[in-house]
């Protein structure tokens, strides 16, 4: 086991003081690997090597969690890094101006109160990565290479620990639903309270189908099982099987419109992003850390994008 210190009970681990030449240690990555799985698959690794950090290096360090996805998402090709499958985030802008990351404005944290879900702001915007996708992504890492001074932290939840603490019937009525998640819906939503967020063509939306995933994942790793399918994408919570019209689809996608059944997982969030389960990560440049899709969601937090610069670098294991 190497040095960490635990984030929140057994909930996400953090490795500090870490090299580069660490990075390609064999004990190294096999100690982290299980110290991920160990911790509920949350972990971070911070040290002042790790600010150099290559898009070559940053792509050997998530091997030792998954397979990293070589898919291009629609809409997203502009903000490639040096044609990895890294998607730069940020508000990142070349010499004319133009944003080369994708952006999203969010609210910033006043209070720690503020990282628990709210039902009537809807914010913080708690997800799961890319459920709209024919396979999701097992995980995702983020790399911090410029940080803001305040805010822009990234929030975490345990959905293993709270799907665990809810009641039997809960828990036995949530794994009889799903999920259908849109890739569409999902930046149309988005694109309604942060309009530079670009959506997808009638073209691009025929590419990417909507997508159906249970509210409950057995992990297939640990057995264990978790919240799943809660993202911008989630257009409507069905019983497993129920069909879901073209038309309501139309309106689900064009008009980034959500069916009321997912008010039903709206109010499970309050409960699953409570303190006892969260983790809130304030970034330095440097820092890596790399998350279990499958059994956390995550939520990022808005900054003085005016006055301030933030660009982190993402890339998604597909298995």
């Known amino acids: 086991m190497i040095a960490h210190r635990t984030l929140n ?3 996400g681990a953090a490795v500090e003081d870490v090299s580069l030449t660490d990075l390609y240690d064999t004990q190294f990555r096999l100690a982290a690997r299980r110290l991920w799985y160990s ?3 949350l972990l971070a690794i911070r040290g002042s090597e ?13 091997g030792v969690f998954g397979v990293v996805d070589q898919e291009r998402l629609s809409a997203r090709e502009f903000c490639t890094i040096s ?14 101006g133009e944003l080369m990351a994708m952006f999203a404005d969010f609210p910033a944290l006043h209070s ?7 039902p009537v702001s809807e914010r913080p915007v708690w997800h799961t990565d890319s459920t709209f996708k ?3 992504p097992v995980g995702s890492v983020f790399h911090c290479k410029t940080a803001p001074s305040i805010g822009g932290d990234t929030l975490f939840a345990d959905t293993r620990g709270a799907f665990a603490a809810l009641d039997e019937d809960t828990r036995k009525h949530l794994c009889t639903l799903e999920a259908v998640c849109s890739l569409a819906h999902h930046d149309k939503k988005i694109n309604l309270y942060s309009p530079q967020y ?4 009638a073209e691009q939306r025929a590419k990417n189908p909507p997508h159906r995933v249970p509210v409950v994942l057995e992990h297939r790793v640990t057995g264990q099982h978790a919240l799943y399918g809660m993202n911008s994408s989630t257009c409507a919570v069905v019983p497993k099987g129920t069909p879901v019209t073209d038309e309501q689809m139309d309106i689900y996608d064009l008009e980034g419109r959500e069916d009321s059944s997912v008010s039903l997982l709206r109010k499970v969030l309050p409960h699953a992003t409570s303190p006892e389960f969260t983790v809130r990560w304030r970034w330095q440049p440097g820092d890596v850390l790399v998350w279990d899709n499958r059994c956390t969601f995550h939520a990022a937090t808005g900054f003085d994008n005016t006055n301030e610069r933030r660009e982190m670098w993402r890339l998604t294991l597909a298995q």
Not at 198 to 201: D, E, N, Y
């Open 9 to 11: 009970g057994r909930f």
């Open 83 to 96: 044609g990895y499958p890294i998607i730069g985030l940020g508000n990142v802008k070349n010499t004319a």
């Open 39 to 41: 911790s509920g698959g």
């Open 112 to 118: 720690e109160a503020d990282v628990q879900y709210d």
């Open 134 to 136: 024919q396979r999701p």
């Open 50 to 62: 790790l600010v150099e950090l290559s898009a070559q290096s940053l792509m050997d360090w998530a």
């Open 198 to 201: 670009p959506v997808l063509s």
